[in-house]
């Protein structure tokens, strides 16, 4: 983990699991963090190629007033495990692409890519380091239906098996956070910061 660029570490989890919540602290620490829902979203919004991609796979009703109709790509998709993929398909490679100009532009020793598909994309591939952030599914599911007023426990489930079992990432992990509330949080981004930091210089 050397050289000008900085070097790209993941930090993945599956729905609810708290990457958001984790990364926000990486921040306070000066690392940048990239956010690939959020970026995918303005990819979906402004990319050309993409919006033609997506509109002649969910249709006209995938846009409104120029924005992506969230609920009706969210509700087909989930439901229609060929459409979910077409749909990766478009998305991944535009956000890999993004990212990879977001990174080169940054001067920290590492970044961080905040996605909750970083295995199942196989874009971990071209990360040096990937730190899985974990909760068990119950827990998980109380916090995005908290969080998000406008999902059922149907619309989580259908994510949450569209995604990586946790033990399955965390086995592939170089660093884990658990964040189940069992533990403090702090403590564990410290610690992995601290590592990367030495890995990086040594
Ligand atoms: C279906 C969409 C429009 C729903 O948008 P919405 O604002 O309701 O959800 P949001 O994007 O915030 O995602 C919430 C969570 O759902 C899960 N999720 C999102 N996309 C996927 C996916 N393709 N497969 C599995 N889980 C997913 C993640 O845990 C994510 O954090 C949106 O998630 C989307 O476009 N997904 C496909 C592109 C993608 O894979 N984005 C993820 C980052 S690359
Ligand atoms: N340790 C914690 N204690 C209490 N609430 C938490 C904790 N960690 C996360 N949360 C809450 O749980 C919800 C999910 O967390 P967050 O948005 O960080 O998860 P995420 O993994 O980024 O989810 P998604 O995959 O949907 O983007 C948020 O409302 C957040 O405030």
Redesign the pocket.
């Known amino acids: 983990m050397s050289g000008n660029r900085p070097a790209l570490v993941g930090i993945t989890?599956?729905?609810?699991?708290?990457?958001?919540?984790?990364?926000?602290i990486f921040k306070t620490l000066g690392i940048p963090v990239y956010d690939a829902?959020s970026r995918a979203k303005w990819l979906m919004n402004n990319d050309r190629e993409l919006k033609e991609g997506i509109v002649s796979l969910f249709g006209t009703e995938a846009y409104d007033h120029q924005q992506i109709n969230r609920t009706h790509i969210a509700r087909l998709a989930f439901s229609d495990q060929s459409l979910l993929s077409s749909l990766n398909a478009l998305v991944h490679p535009a956000v890999a692409k993004d990212f990879d100009q977001w990174a080169g532009k940054q001067a920290t020793p590492y970044v961080l890519k905040?996605a909750?598909l970083l295995f199942e994309s196989g874009s971990y591939q071209s990360l040096s380091a990937i730190i899985t952030?974990t909760?068990d599914e119950s827990l998980?599911m109380r916090?995005?239906l908290?969080?998000?007023a406008h999902r059922t426990e149907q619309d989580v489930k259908k994510?949450m098996a569209a995604q990586w079992a946790e033990d399955k990432k965390a086995a592939r992990s170089q660093y884990i956070i658990t964040?189940?509330?069992s533990k403090a949080?702090i403590p564990q981004v410290l610690k992995i910061h601290a590592q990367l930091l030495s890995k990086i210089s040594g």
């Open positions: 989890g599956g729905i609810g699991a708290g990457k958001s919540t984790v990364a926000r829902d905040e909750a952030v909760a998980r916090r995005v908290k969080r998000d994510m964040n189940d509330e949080v």
